[in-house]
């Protein structure tokens, strides 16, 4: 058994961390991908049951809610992701993921342990007024999970004044904090794009309308928009991912498709460079004599965090570890969260802590080396449990 650091840490917490340790490294190895967490969420629901919490399955699909209330006070609410990635694991580990081409290369496995650590200290110690309101939320990878609970009303049938989640940051130090206030995250848009020319012959591409070319001129011609449409002191991010056209060398095929993905951090430069998308890809095939078919989705919202609650989240941070734990300046981040639904919803804040900077820790998230640091379940257990104490003071 690892012994985890338990400086600082709340009486009897360390023993519980232990035990959910081991939990996370069973979730780790059978991981199960957005809207099938069925295992994961029977799990989950078993546990909060056995604590005596109030629980309901199936929102939002495979999304748990678990909740616990000590007479009348506020309610308050904390997000845990549940679900993997299609990513193929390289690790070699003894809870290694035991299915072929599926990993928690993000960590949301440590995110329900530690969620599920909190909870049964809480139910043990239940220091606290009001209302715990627990969110396990399926499919925060590319499905939108929390949309699809939010629009089964979860937050009708579990109201919370503040909400709060937070990500494990590799590269940063172990149990380090860090706090955005604002727009904290990007947006996410996804682009399809077919361009649609007139295949042919390579031999005698005089009589053909290549949609290769067309193709490759779109993609230069994209960043544009980032360098001399979008204000310099703005951030955008246009990346195409993906190009499929053509099966053979002598062959010019009738089309080609783009995937794109587009980020941004303020709302008015999203509508100017969706607009400008538009327009450019729609002349740019125009000139090559194609036409082009586009399919914009606005994926995830921008991930605001509240003033006063990310203040607060901060405050706690720095009573239980101290101000030298915090991060100074953290930088909002271009990556997307779908969290992100509800910080439109409520008052929220999304905090990120530090995964550690060596080997698979350190290792950037959606990648096959890297794994959830488990030192990180007490650290982020106290921290959730000392929330609470301080959002739902007793009188």
């Given at each position: 058994m690892n012994h985890l650091n338990s400086n600082h840490l709340l009486p009897g917490l360390q023993t519980i961390a232990e035990e959910m340790m081991i939990i996370r490294q069973q979730i780790h190895q059978f991981p199960e991908l957005g809207f099938e967490e069925f295992k994961t969420a029977k799990l989950v629901a078993e546990s909060l049951k056995s604590w005596g919490y109030h629980v309901e399955t199936g929102?939002?699909?495979?999304?748990?809610?678990?909740?616990?209330?000590?007479?009348?006070?506020?309610k308050m609410g904390i997000r845990a992701d549940m679900d993997a990635l299609k990513i193929q694991e390289e690790n070699q580990l003894p809870y290694k993921s035991q299915r072929e081409g599926i990993m928690h290369a993000c960590g949301h496995d440590g995110h329900t342990a530690t969620l599920l650590a909190a909870a049964k200290y809480i139910a043990e110690n239940p220091h606290f007024k009001g209302t715990l309101n627990l969110f396990f939320q399926p499919a925060e990878e590319e499905l939108g999970g929390a949309k699809a609970m939010i629009e089964a009303g979860v937050l009708e049938k579990y109201p919370c004044e503040a909400i709060f989640g937070?990500?494990?940051?590799?590269?940063?130090?172990?149990?380090?904090?860090?706090?955005?206030?604002?727009?904290?995250?990007?947006?996410?848009?996804?682009?399809?794009?077919?361009?649609?020319?007139?295949?042919?012959?390579?031999a005698m591409p005089n009589f053909t309308i290549d949609p290769i070319v067309a193709a490759s001129s779109i993609v230069l011609n994209l960043q544009s928009i980032v360098a001399r449409n979008v204000s310099p002191l703005e951030m955008t991010v246009i990346s195409v991912g993906s190009i499929h056209g053509g099966t053979t060398f002598n062959v010019i095929p009738d089309s080609v498709t783009l995937q794109l993905s587009v980020r941004n951090l303020n709302a008015d430069v999203q509508d100017l460079v969706e607009e400008r998308i538009k327009q450019l890809i729609q002349s740019q095939a125009a000139s090559y004599g194609a036409t082009a078919e586009i399919n914009y989705v606005r994926a995830y919202p921008i991930l605001h965090n509240s003033v006063k609650e990310t203040q607060f989240a901060k405050e706690v941070a720095i009573d239980c570890y101290g101000e030298a734990k915090i991060i100074p300046n953290f930088p909002a981040?271009?990556?997307?969260?779908?969290?992100?639904?509800?910080?439109?919803?409520?008052?929220?804040?999304?905090?990120?802590?530090?995964?550690?900077?060596?080997?698979?820790?350190?290792?950037?998230?959606?990648n096959p080396h890297y794994d959830f640091n488990d030192q990180l379940i007490p650290i982020v257990?106290?921290?959730?449990?000392?929330?609470?104490?301080?959002?739902?003071?007793?009188?």
């Open positions: 929102v939002g699909k495979t999304g748990v809610v678990g909740q616990l209330k000590r007479g009348d006070g506020p937070f990500h494990n940051m590799p590269g940063f130090p172990l149990g380090h904090f860090g706090f955005k206030s604002g727009a904290a995250l990007a947006s996410s848009d996804r682009v399809t794009v077919k361009i649609q020319g007139k295949g042919g012959h390579a981040m271009t990556g997307s969260e779908d969290f992100a639904f509800f910080s439109q919803q409520l008052p929220s804040s999304y905090l990120f802590v530090g995964n550690g900077t060596d080997g698979a820790h350190g290792c950037s998230v959606h257990a106290n921290y959730w449990v000392n929330l609470l104490y301080r959002f739902c003071p007793i009188d």
